[in-house]
């Protein structure tokens, strides 16, 4: 069964840096395009990041570009988040998100893991 | 850039039909996805390219998508369907995006 797994999530200053991760299990993590979704708290979903299979291609919603870093180790079957300059209306659940479809873009999600909290306060 | 617009809020008393709206200019020009999200839980995909059902999904959910508004209908809806439920398209370009509808929170009665 496909899992995802996020940590990396809690509690950082307003100008601060954290770092997610996202452990994935259950199928060919090198083969798909991997995103990260988030949710603030009583909120709507936002698109956040993707990267593609190899890592060769990124894309940022306009939010966070320019402060938030997508990568992915996939010896590790490990996606990451970088995440810097930090400001109030970053705390959300950070959800972990996969593509459908090896070695494509398809615009949209088959599966979600169960998300990481981030809180920025001072 | 799209901004999908869906009703706040949708009511059905069990074993009727709901239908959540997602609209937009043109929207019938594009696939448009739906995803349900329970209290707590993370989201989950019920409909994907306007209208086909992943594995694992009941019958009861089927979509559609024709000029300015895509619909997703809920069948018989049970008390286990009470949700928010969320459209979503991509913008594919040099610079794509990924856009998601404000949510439709629904309540059965």
């Known amino acids: 069964d496909v899992q995802l797994v996020e940590s990396g999530g809690g509690l950082a200053q307003p100008g601060g840096s954290l770092r997610l991760s996202c452990s994935a299990s259950?199928?060919?993590?090198?083969?798909?395009?991997m995103h990260w979704v988030r949710q603030a708290p009583g909120k709507g979903l936002e698109y956040v990041s993707a990267i593609t299979s190899n890592g060769g291609s990124t894309y940022y919603a306009d939010s966070v570009k320019g402060r938030f870093t997508i990568s992915r180790d996939n010896s590790k079957n490990t996606l990451y988040l970088q995440m810097s300059s930090l400001r109030a209306e970053d705390t959300a659940v950070y959800y972990c998100?996969?593509?459908?479809?090896?070695?494509?873009?398809?615009?949209?999600?088959?599966?979600w893991g169960q998300g990481t909290l981030v809180t920025v306060s001072s | 850039s799209y901004v999908l617009t869906q009703p706040p809020s949708v009511s059905v008393a069990p074993g009727q039909t709901a239908r959540i709206a997602c609209g937009e200019n043109n929207i019938g020009s594009k696939s448009v996805h739906w995803y349900q999200q329970r209290p707590g839980q993370a989201p989950v995909l019920v409909v994907y390219?306007?209208?086909d059902r992943p594995s694992g999904i009941p019958e009861r959910f089927s979509g559609s998508n024709s000029g300015n508004t895509a619909t997703l209908t809920i069948s018989r809806v049970e008390a286990g369907d009470e949700a928010d439920y969320y459209c979503?398209?991509?913008?594919?370009?040099?610079?794509?995006?990924?856009?998601f509808g404000g949510g439709t929170k629904l309540t059965v009665l």
């Open positions: 979503q398209v991509w913008e594919s370009s040099s610079d794509p995006h990924w856009v």
């Open positions: 998100v996969k593509d459908p479809q090896d070695g494509a873009l398809t615009g949209y999600f088959d599966f």
């Open positions: 259950g199928f060919t993590f090198s083969s798909y395009t």
């Open positions: 390219d306007d209208s």
